[in-house]
Structures are given as C-alpha cells and as structure tokens.
C-alpha cells in the first residue's frame, strides 16, 4: 500500500492480487476436501477463520478502533488461524512436503497476532505488517557497522544501545 502524489490510498501489489481471495479459496475446498483427513479439516478451519478475520476487517473499515466484542472475535479468528498454521507446518515438516515450505510461521504471522491483541485501541487495518522486512534490513546493517573491531559481545550490547538512542530520538520529535 502507498500514497500517490495525487490520488487515494491504494492497495499493489501482492495485496490487491489476493484482496477478497478468501471466500472463494473457502467455497472452493469446502467442495474438494476429504472430511476424513485431519489436515484437510484444519485447513478447511484455516480458511474459516481467515474469512472471519476479512469480514471483521471489512466491517470495520471505517472504524479507528474495534469495539471489544469485535476486538474479541478478531482475536479468537487470528490466534486460531496461527495456531492450526502452526500445525500445519509441523505436520508438512515430517513429509517429503518440507522442502516446499508449506504453512511456514514468519514474523508476518507474530505481527498479525499483535495487531489483533491491539485492536480494540487500533484498527488493524491502519498497521503495516510488512515492517518487519524494512526493520530486518535496517537492524542487519546497524548489527553490521557495530560490530566492526568488537568482541562477540560487545558487538550486540553495542548495536541495541545504538537502537535504542535511535528510537529515543524518533520518539522525541
């Protein structure tokens, strides 16, 4: 998502490719999997609570903030779709399947549940969860110039205290 010099906000990317996705990825395997498979259960449950958590989002769109029963449902919908994620993978990490990557948990999985533990304070919507990629870059090239001619140590110790004078000053301004 990014702002144009002239125009409304708009999602590109990956984002607008897979905006609505959901429900018809859901009606498609409610009529294709096999009810005697547990994965297939689980990923059927997956895509329930994914949908759950777009309607949630949608009908809050306009809102700064969920009210809390919303707040509560939305994370109830986020933390079950991370947990059965999590199963997922470690199922898919016992197969031939592992190499592929299937259900793997990212940072983008750990922001999503932060963002749904701070909804009722903040729409979900309004956070990026795509920062992780920018901050790993910026905490690798900081890890980077500090630990230049310092002990294995030091070299940590000294990157956070630069981390944190850094975000010292952007707070202050």
Not at 26 to 40: F, G, K, V
């Amino acid at each position: 998502m990014f702002v144009r010099k002239s125009g409304p906000v708009k999602l590109r990317g990956k984002a607008a490719e897979i905006k609505c996705l959901g429900e018809p990825l859901l009606a498609y395997w409610s009529s294709c999997y096999d009810e005697t498979n547990e994965q297939h259960q689980q990923v059927l449950y997956l895509l329930q609570m994914s949908c759950r958590c777009e309607e949630i989002i949608f009908e809050n769109k306009s809102a700064l903030a969920f009210s809390d029963e919303d707040a509560a449902a939305f994370q109830e919908a986020v933390f079950a779709y991370g947990h059965l994620g999590h199963l997922l993978w470690c199922h898919f990490q016992e197969t031939d399947l592992k190499k592929q990557g299937l259900f793997t948990c990212t940072s983008k999985t750990h922001a999503i549940c932060h963002s749904a533990l701070l909804s009722r304070y903040l729409n979900p919507r309004l956070v990026w969860c795509f920062i992780g990629e920018d901050m790993m870059s910026t905490v690798q090239q900081l890890t980077q110039a500090c630990t230049k001619g310092n002990t294995p140590l030091s070299g940590p110790m000294k990157s956070l205290e630069h981390w944190r004078i850094a975000m010292h000053l952007e707070w202050q301004s």
